[in-house]
């Protein structure tokens, strides 16, 4: 069965800094993978998605993530953050067997 | 841009009470979704639901869960007996499925806080 490991449970970051959020997913023949965000008290948006074709994937508000199949990774990252990305993020991965599997998520804080 | 809506946003019962969440998925999804969060842990799936019937179902979800397509519209999940440990954010879900991604539209979330 899919699984899906987010190493990072809490990521402090300096605003306009950069960050990178880890995720790793289990091997699979094909593997569809997103990151949802989910701000305080709201609920799931999708962030980005990777479906084919290029390995690396934009987003909404700047954010960005790599497929790397050889590492099994799709990590998330975004050049400079602001203080409104502060935000709980999760990986998702779905390989046609079961449901949508999640990650136990990360928890971005963008400190002033 | 079309969306998946929930009620209540936010219920508070007592142990022991039956609860109803209700989601209305997007209108031309077909297939459809309960996962949830407790507070601070994964998200979780529940169940799935295409053509009237559950087509897959965690083991979470035991006999006190039941879901339903009341109409053509509106899909609910009904907690029979509220436990201490039911409290937690219940997400709806819906998809077209035209292609088998897995991409789900997920709604904002009911929080149930049993008491």
């Known amino acids: 069965a899919q699984s899906v490991t987010q190493l990072d449970s809490q990521v402090p970051v300096f605003e306009e800094a950069p960050v990178e959020l880890r995720c790793n997913y289990s091997?699979?023949?094909?593997?569809?993978l997103f990151w949802y965000v989910q701000y305080p008290n709201q609920g799931l948006q999708l962030l980005l998605k990777?479906?084919?074709?290029?390995?690396l994937v934009k987003g909404i508000n700047g954010f960005e993530a790599e497929f790397n199949k050889s590492q099994t990774s799709f990590h998330l990252r975004k050049p400079s953050v602001h203080i409104s990305d502060t935000a709980e993020y999760f990986c998702a991965a779905y390989s046609g067997n079961t449901p949508l599997v999640f990650g136990k998520g990360t928890r971005l804080s963008v400190i002033a | 841009e079309p969306e998946v809506t929930q009620t209540p946003s936010h219920q508070v019962t007592q142990m022991g009470q039956e609860v109803i969440l209700r989601c209305v998925p997007i209108s031309n999804h077909l297939y459809f979704y309960w996962y949830r969060q407790i507070l601070g842990q994964k998200v979780e799936f529940l169940v799935s639901?295409?053509?009237?019937?559950?087509?897959?179902k965690s083991e979470i979800f035991d006999d006190q869960f039941s879901v339903e397509r009341p109409d053509g519209s509106n899909f609910t999940l009904k907690i029979r007996s509220t436990k201490l440990e039911d409290s937690a954010m219940y997400f709806c879900?819906?998809?077209?499925?035209?292609?088998?991604?897995?991409?789900?539209?997920f709604g904002e979330g009911s929080r149930l806080t049993v008491l």
């Open positions: 990777y479906l084919s074709g290029s390995t």
């Open positions: 879900a819906s998809s077209s499925r035209l292609r088998n991604t897995g991409e789900l539209f």
């Open positions: 091997s699979s023949v094909s593997v569809y």
């Open positions: 639901f295409y053509n009237n019937e559950i087509s897959e």
